[in-house]
């Protein structure tokens, strides 16, 4: 009973983290990518909207691929802060 319950806690940390880390993490991302391709900024939000649903399934399907729900957590999460970090220090765009 408590190994099931201690199974499904997991499942659900590494659901929420996939879904919403995952999105977290893709939007900084792409978001610092648009900011820094040295193309139009139109073109580069374009691109940068593109790769955005290739890498959020990729961070999705990585995230229930992984067997440790440690390195997934600290993986996406730390690209969601560390990405958004990055777009916030560069300031606003021009």
């Known amino acids: 009973m408590a190994g099931s319950l201690l199974n499904g806690s997991r499942m659900a940390a590494r659901t929420i983290t996939a879904i919403v880390g995952g999105y977290a993490a ?3 991302s792409v978001s610092l990518l648009a900011r ?3 193309i139009d900024r139109a073109e580069a939000t374009i691109w940068a909207m593109t790769l955005s649903f290739l890498l959020y399934a990729a961070i999705i399907l990585w995230a229930f691929h992984e067997t440790r729900l440690l390195r997934v957590t600290g993986v996406i999460w730390g690209t969601a802060i560390g990405s958004t ?9 021009l």
């Open 26 to 28: 893709t939007a900084g």
């Open 36 to 38: 820094v391709l040295p």
């Open 85 to 93: 970090a990055g777009v916030f220090l560069l300031g606003p765009a």
